[in-house]
């Protein structure tokens, strides 16, 4: 991980694609851009933040670019949506039909390596995400990203909230996508608070 | 507490909803929209199928006789009564009554939960339009199931009449059945079944509006299910009466 930096307050953003990289900048400085990411390249970036405010309205600006996945802490697919509906959703409305037959056994794969057994997808399948613990709709959403990953991963403050125990699941899924994708570019954005209890440490990889 | 919207931000509100439901027809044609018009159209018609005929069969009964006693048997005007009141009038308002009641309150709680649990955010995060994927299924399978309801309940009810009738009167079917169908307009039967494709597509108009503007909060559910409901009944007696008045000067 690098590029850890820290802001007093910068509740706009601007956000731009030119040319394979994604450029983050506060609206209302001139100043140099904060945070420059090429994709393609596997870079790995963090953004600690310290309003919850500057985070939402930095996750919302980089959701709007194609590019981007966005996987929030609550796992990014709509809670009242059985899982599978929603999963269908994320992974084929108006896509090209690339996946073909073969996304069925992508998608069990997924599953597999986000640490559900066969049985669990199917009954998780059927249920909603509202119903479902924090970390288990986290994994759900990860799924997603790992049948297909966008350019540009964006974990939006995965680690808000859990004891350092919990994060296990959390460490182990971003390893997993990283080691599945290694030339996808990811940022992490935390709020200070959190990022002091979930230090920095190398990616452990399965 | 906030106040309800007044009835222009209402109107405005389903116009503009018709309007935006109405461009993005073509979505109909994807898989998962299909899908969910399927799903919706189980839910308002598959279901509702026992109380409509339940209902259609007491007051088919109910009605003729009771027309019979009043008119005699060999009486045209009791055959057109039956015909304009019942097949063309009645069936098609109790029918949009059932389905405002049970699919109405259903649409609108159903989408001010999604709202209320920030799905809308989400869907918009998938790149799936609200319009395309939430509004336009239910939207559709109100206007094609309630026709559909509408015609089992003309049948339900006037065959259930006929039968009263036979029992009472100690006539055959046929001869009861045929002077019905003697004095039976094709014509006004498709206007029925028109009629019904309309106020279906109204009702879930209004009910898909008052869902989506309903303010993330529990509280404010039960409001606009209620506000839900109550339009749509409005809308359905507004339609029926404008539909008798062009039957009206049509003729």
């Known amino acids: 991980m690098s590029d850890v930096t820290h802001d007093a307050t910068a509740p706009h953003w601007d956000v731009q694609c030119e040319q394979r990289r994604i450029t983050i900048a506060e609206f209302s400085r001139q100043a140099a851009p904060r945070l420059e990411i090429a994709l393609d390249h596997g870079r790995q970036a963090q953004l600690v933040l310290t309003q919850a405010a500057s985070a939402d309205a930095l996750a919302a600006a980089l959701a709007c670019l194609p590019q981007v996945g966005l996987l929030p802490a609550e796992g990014g697919l709509p809670a009242t949506l059985p899982v599978a509906e929603s999963l269908a959703l994320a992974l084929t409305w108006e896509r090209e039909p690339a996946l073909g037959s073969s996304w069925d056994q992508r998608l069990e794969l997924a599953f597999g390596?986000?640490?559900?057994?066969?049985?669990?997808?199917?009954?998780?399948?059927?249920?909603?995400?509202?119903?479902?613990?924090?970390?288990?709709?986290?994994?759900?959403?990860?799924?997603?990203?790992?049948?297909?990953?966008?350019?540009?991963?964006?974990?939006?403050?995965?680690?808000?909230?859990?004891?350092?125990?919990?994060?296990?699941?959390?460490?182990?899924?971003?390893?997993?996508?990283?080691?599945?994708?290694?030339?996808r570019a990811m940022l992490r954005i935390d709020l200070a608070a959190d990022d002091a209890r979930h230090a920095i440490a190398p990616m452990e990889v399965a | 507490m906030s106040s309800a919207p007044s009835a222009t931000t209402r109107l405005t509100g389903y116009t503009l909803l018709a309007w935006a439901a109405a461009r993005r027809w073509r979505s109909a044609r994807q898989p998962l929209v299909h899908h969910a018009f399927l799903h919706h159209a189980h839910d308002a018609g598959i279901t509702a199928l026992p109380v409509t005929g339940l209902l259609a069969a007491l007051l088919g009964a109910t009605l003729v006789t009771q027309l019979t006693a009043l008119a005699g048997t060999?009486?045209?005007?009791?055959?057109?009564?039956?015909?304009?009141?019942?097949?063309?009038?009645?069936?098609?308002?109790?029918?949009?009554?059932?389905?405002?009641?049970?699919?109405?309150?259903?649409?609108?709680?159903?989408?001010?939960?999604?709202?209320?649990?920030?799905?809308?955010?989400?869907l918009r995060q998938?790149?799936?339009?609200?319009?395309?994927?939430?509004?336009?299924?239910?939207?559709?399978?109100?206007?094609?199931?309630?026709?559909?309801?509408?015609?089992?309940?003309?049948?339900?009810?006037?065959?259930?009449?006929?039968?009263?009738?036979a029992l009472l009167q100690n006539l055959s079917l046929n001869e009861v059945a045929g002077r019905f169908l003697d004095l039976a307009d094709p014509l006004l039967m498709l206007a029925s079944l028109g009629k019904s494709a309309l106020t279906g597509a109204l009702i879930g108009l209004i009910a898909c509006y008052h869902g989506r503007a309903a303010v993330a909060s529990a509280e404010a559910i039960a409001k606009a299910t209620t506000q839900s409901i109550g339009n749509g009944l409005v809308a359905v007696f507004v339609i029926d009466g404008m539909s008798a008045l062009l039957i009206w000067f049509a003729q």
């Open chain 1, 113 to 183: 390596l986000c640490g559900f057994t066969l049985e669990e997808s199917s009954a998780l399948s059927r249920q909603r995400p509202l119903d479902l613990p924090r970390i288990i709709r986290w994994r759900l959403g990860l799924v997603r990203y790992l049948v297909r990953p966008p350019e540009l991963l964006v974990l939006d403050r995965v680690f808000a909230g859990l004891a350092p125990a919990e994060a296990g699941p959390v460490r182990h899924g971003i390893a997993v996508f990283h080691a599945l994708y290694p030339f």
């Open chain 2, 126 to 165: 998938l790149r799936v339009p609200l319009v395309d994927y939430l509004f336009l299924p239910r939207i559709l399978a109100l206007a094609v199931v309630l026709p559909v309801l509408t015609l089992i309940f003309q049948v339900i009810a006037v065959g259930s009449g006929w039968l009263a009738v």
């Open chain 2, 74 to 122: 060999d009486s045209d005007l009791m055959q057109r009564l039956v015909f304009l009141g019942l097949f063309f009038e009645l069936a098609p308002l109790i029918t949009a009554l059932i389905v405002v009641s049970r699919s109405s309150a259903a649409i609108t709680s159903e989408l001010a939960v999604m709202r209320l649990h920030d799905d809308f955010t989400a």
